[in-house]
């Protein structure tokens, strides 16, 4: 069994990665929640806002590899 090695994971990159995970995935929810409450605009905004939430992830994580 093979362990990973996460002592270089800084306290600062595990916050952010789960803070935009949990935006992500609660943005992702309530889209699709709506869109079968057949609320299709509201589902679209929450889809876009969970779509900008990664973008802005992986933004981040770029730019705290660089």
Partial sequence: M???DVSAVSPEL?????????AIGSFLS?????FF??????GSVFMGLSALSFIG???VVNTFFS
């Fill in 2 to 4: 093979d362990l990973v």
């Fill in 37 to 42: 409450q057949l609320r299709k605009k509201q």
């Fill in 30 to 34: 309530l889209g699709v929640l709506r």
């Fill in 14 to 22: 595990f916050i952010t990665g789960i803070v935009f995970i949990m």
């Fill in 57 to 59: 992830l992986v933004v």
